[in-house]
């Protein structure tokens, strides 16, 4: 237990240095009215920000602000784990969770090499091994699925531990507006309200393009995080958890998929909302994640903010990031941990909306109430654009019209 407790002292020191953080993003244009798959969706967007003194600064949560009650749990337990067992069952099990993964970082770390160091490596491999071990192991009593496009002549784990991944039906949206599937979906069994996740995986990133920012001071990038101990020894490195600023986020590896996370985070969150509609909290994340490194977007259907997290990586030195690990932890039990929106920090909330509501009015019903989940495959629709409860009325009138002329 002590070498566990030393783990998460330094794992929770990097993650209350606050090296993650969430900025405000504005939608100035989006496609989200047509009917797009997530793979074409596209999203012009900029992250807010305000001038002090003249000089721009970044519109910006801390990881510590939104996820504050899992922080101070894991706090108090650092300080003295005998409060262990005045938690509840779920959070007991959740906290389990993490300490167990604790435990076994070094085989998990050597699973997840087995399959992501080959090359070339498949997008189902990457998924499967991310989904088992790693954020798999950090959940409680949750179920993924991953996209059952990706199952075509697939097996067990690559790594050879013989799981057999489960695939399934991940479409979520609606034909007539933004659709498609999610790489991986995990569905919680525990946490109350209920914190099920998208997760959307990519292959390895190219070497990122060095970019600077007219507010470079905003750059994120988390004090130096020791190695691990190992034969008795704990070593120095000079290597950072690698965050990157907030600003960079048009300038990262994971610009591809971006686009496409931020359409999926907003239809995810939204069906959400009316699949839970009591819900209090309708912050929902989704995660970003690549072998190498991640990054947390999440939307809040009610308020329409969209916030986007800097890119972390998961390694450091070949091992494990042990900040991005309990990043990770909280993240999939959002449910559990995430205190929402901190509206007592937004006097002016409307400046802080993503427009995402006005740029959508005309499908806004579609968003709101008739979006589905767990579907195989989505209708084609033939004529884009064309509202027949609209334009149909129209083209009919003028018919009529020149028929009375004549």
Excluded at 326 to 350: A, C, E, Q, R, S
Excluded at 375 to 401: H, Q
């Amino acid at each position: 237990m002590e070498v566990q407790h030393d783990t998460l002292r330094r794992g929770l020191k990097n993650v209350r240095d606050n090296f993650l953080k969430f900025g405000f993003l504005n939608i100035d244009w989006c496609n989200a009215t047509q009917s797009k798959d997530f793979s074409d969706a596209d999203v012009n967007y900029r992250v807010m920000r305000e001038y002090v003194d003249k000089w721009p600064r970044v519109l910006c949560f801390h990881f510590t602000d939104l996820f504050n009650d899992g922080i101070k749990m894991l706090c108090d337990l650092q300080n003295d784990y005998g409060k262990f067992e005045k938690l509840q069952l779920h959070e007991k099990k959740a906290v389990q969770r993490l300490y167990d993964f604790f435990t076994d970082l070094g085989s998990h770390e050597e699973n997840l090499k087995k399959v992501l160091g080959k090359s070339p490596v498949t997008e189902t491999d990457i998924s499967v091994a991310l989904a088992e071990h790693l954020l798999g192991k950090l959940s409680s009593d949750c179920t993924y699925v991953i996209d059952h496009k990706l199952a075509k002549g697939k097996g067990t784990c690559k790594c050879g531990c013989e799981k057999l991944p489960h695939f399934g039906n991940t479409g979520i949206g609606h034909e007539a507006v933004w659709h498609g599937h999610i790489d991986v979906v995990f569905s919680s069994h525990l946490d109350q309200p209920p914190s099920d996740i998208a997760i959307k995986t990519i292959g390895k990133c190219e070497p990122e393009v060095p970019a600077k920012e007219e507010d470079e001071e905003e750059t994120c990038c988390s004090p130096p995080e020791k190695k691990r101990k190992r034969e008795g020894n704990l070593e120095e490195t000079k290597e950072s958890t690698g965050g990157k600023s907030i600003a960079d986020v048009k300038h990262s590896p994971l610009d591809g998929a971006r686009k496409q996370t931020i359409a999926q985070t907003i239809v995810f969150s939204l069906l959400q909302k009316q699949n839970h509609p009591d819900l209090k909290n309708l912050l929902v994340p989704n995660i970003l994640i690549s072998p190498e490194e991640m990054q947390i977007i999440m939307y809040d259907a009610k308020n329409d903010v969209l916030l986007c997290s800097n890119v972390i990586k998961l390694f450091i030195c070949n091992e494990f990031c042990l900040g991005a690990v309990i990043i990770l932890w909280m993240v999939l039990h959002y449910g559990m941990f995430l205190n929402g929106l901190l509206i007592d920090k937004l006097p002016m909330l409307d400046e802080y909306k993503s427009h995402f509501k006005e740029l959508t009015q005309a499908k806004w019903n579609i968003y709101s109430n008739l979006l589905k989940g767990c579907v195989s495959n989505f209708p084609v629709i033939e004529y884009e654009g064309l509202d027949f409860n609209v334009d149909f009325f129209f083209c009919a009138k003028n018919v009529l019209d020149n028929e009375e002329q004549v």
